[in-house]
């Protein structure tokens, strides 16, 4: 059931992942709604059937990278709601949290506490609802709203409805990144489906292959080691080991709501030394602790003449080939040039993801729309697009998809909450 609400919504949200959550919040809490008669509405469609945010990968102990200090609201503000604290108190667990001294809460239960927020705000959200096109309403020379197309099921028939906004924010996330030349079926996934596609399994898988040098390679390597204890898990990545994440609290600054403002007015070339220099805090990297526990492991197999768990280094995939009894993978060392061959039951991708493109959303808006030398939006401070003078409705993009104008907190929950609030400042001068 769409929300019902005035002809003119004021700020329609597309994608309902963590950043548009969050915009809900802070709209939510911003003087316009403090009435009783609000004078902003807003609305969200999401593609997804229900609130998820990667739940293929909610491996049992693992836990968050990020504080949970660093959730939704509370560095926007702390008093409000919607604090992760609150969810533990809510939850009966502030006091046990506390006492395990830990700023890093399991992903399960932080995925629990997104679900939590997002389930109270379920009026304003359509799932199942895939917002396609974007087009200008003209009135008197000037774009003032956008209409919104949306594909969606309705009373179970596929339909098409169109919402009209004064403002709309973009935040349709990550897309799941495969190797070339490789595609998903039943044997052969991306790590963001884990735990759904090893479910589904038939028998007893007896060798496992995971592509892959990151945070999700290594947890996805050491979850099949740990579950399925008569099975080799071949772990494939062209790094001599795996690289470990800088978490240190100099480097952590770069993530701050204050390092957005310096990232911002830098140049093109120092924004790119910053995420070259500073990629090793994010991307293709592995916690300390588990890569160590993936060392240990691989050793004490050596001792006992048990190998199971064969690291794979120096090598580059060549191919991924599915027959009838499973898939054959073949890959080269890159220091000797020889090339070895895995017969598993499984493939796992852990290769990373891509920020969605925003382009494709935009439709009969993108020729007002500027763009930099590299095709990509030009965003404003406050994450708005540079459009023509003709247009006076706004799109919002955030999340990853703007990293390239605000820096690497652009797609992590780091940034998050002052993000929305700044977004919404922006709307509400308007």
């Known amino acids: 059931m769409l929300p019902r609400g005035s002809s003119v919504v004021d700020l329609i949200g597309i994608g309902f992942g963590p950043s548009n959550l969050a915009l ?23 593609k997804q059937p229900a609130f998820g945010w990667h739940r293929g990968m909610l491996i049992e102990g693992a836990t968050m990278q990020v504080s949970f200090l660093k959730d939704l609201v509370t560095m926007r503000n702390p008093r409000s709601r919607y604090t992760f604290t609150e969810y533990l108190k809510v939850k009966n667990r502030l006091t046990r949290f506390i006492n395990s001294k830990t700023l890093f809460p399991l992903r399960v239960e932080f995925h629990d506490y997104l679900g939590w927020v997002a389930q109270q705000f379920d009026s304003f959200v359509s799932y199942g609802a895939e917002a396609v096109r974007l087009a200008p309403v003209i009135e008197n020379g000037l ?38 030349d490789v595609e998903e079926s039943k044997r052969v996934w991306h790590s963001s489906r884990l735990l759904d596609r090893v479910t589904e399994m038939d028998g007893a898988p007896k060798c496992f292959v995971v592509i892959g040098a990151g945070q999700s390679a290594a947890e996805a390597a050491e979850y099949l080691h740990g579950n399925f204890p008569d099975t080799e898990v071949h772990a494939v990545f062209a790094r001599y080991g795996y690289s470990v994440a800088d978490d240190s609290p100099f480097v952590n600054e770069i993530f701050d709501p204050g ?10 070339d120092v924004k790119q030394s910053l995420l070259d220099y500073h990629g090793n805090t994010n991307y293709s990297v592995v916690d300390l602790d588990l890569a160590e526990t993936l060392y240990r492991t691989s050793y004490q197999e050596g001792v006992l003449g048990r190998q199971r768990l064969r690291i794979r280094k120096m090598s580059r995939l060549v191919s991924v080939e599915e027959h009838s009894d499973g898939v054959r993978v073949t890959f080269q060392n890159l220091a000797t040039g020889v090339i070895e061959v895995a017969e598993a039951d499984g493939v796992v991708c852990a290769t990373g ?44 993009v955030h999340g990853a998809s703007s990293e390239h104008s605000h820096g690497l907190a652009a797609g992590l929950l780091s940034n998050t909450a002052v993000r929305s609030g700044e977004i919404t400042d922006s709307i509400l001068k308007r």
Do not use: W
């Open 24 to 46: 809900a919040i802070s709209f939510e809490e911003s003087s316009a709604f403090e009435s009783e008669s609000p004078r902003t509405s807003m609305e969200f469609f999401e």
């Open 143 to 180: 774009a003032e709203y956008l209409d919104v197309e949306v594909r969606m099921t309705i009373d179970g028939r596929q339909s098409t409805v169109v919402r009209r906004a004064r403002n709309v924010a973009i935040g349709t996330g990550l897309v799941p990144r495969l190797p070339a």
């Open 353 to 396: 993801y891509e920020p969605s493109d925003p382009l494709t959303i935009l439709g009969d808006v993108l020729p007002e729309c500027r763009r930099d030398d590299h095709g990509r939006l030009v965003l404003d401070r406050d994450y708005r697009v540079v459009t023509s003078d003709m247009m006076r409705c706004r799109i919002y």
């Open 259 to 268: 390092a957005v403002d310096e990232f911002f007015s830098a140049s093109p």
